[in-house]
Nanobody, 118 residues
Framework: QVQLLESGGGLVQPGGSLRLSCAAS????????MGWYRQAPGKQRELVAA???????NYADPVKGRFTISRDNAKNTVYLQMNSLKPEDTAVYYC????????????WGQGTQVTVSS
């Protein structure tokens, strides 16, 4: 049974930092892409950051320079370091895993709430 379990969300003040973790189980995802998406109220789910099996990264423009995605294949885990958080970063953040090319699998976590507010 494949599971992606997010952790690290919570309430933080503007300018603060959070580190999200996504621990995968059921299979190894070292050979594919892992990423983070987010969905704010009234908005569609959007890509935040992704990292391929080869270590290539992709960031959404609003988070470039503030967020960093990384992975630890030995732990089957992907991280999202979020710095200089803004109220507009408030959303449910979802972990995702899929192949570098194709869609033979596409797994999602249940999400973790990130709220940036003073």
């Amino acid at each position: 049974q494949v599971q992606l379990l997010e952790s690290g969300g919570g309430l933080v003040q503007p300018g603060g930092s959070l580190r999200l973790s996504c621990a995968a189980s059921g299979r190894s995802f070292s050979g594919g892409t892992m990423g983070w998406y987010r969905q704010a109220p009234g908005k569609q789910r959007e890509l935040v950051a992704a990292i391929t099996s080869g270590g290539s990264t992709n960031y959404a423009d609003p988070v470039k320079g503030r967020f960093t995605i990384s992975r630890d294949n030995a732990k089957n885990t992907v991280y999202l370091q979020m710095n200089s958080l803004k109220p507009e970063d408030t959303a449910v953040y979802y972990c995702n895993a899929h192949p570098d090319w194709g869609l033979v699998y596409n797994y999602w976590g249940q999400g973790t709430q990130v709220t940036v507010s003073s």
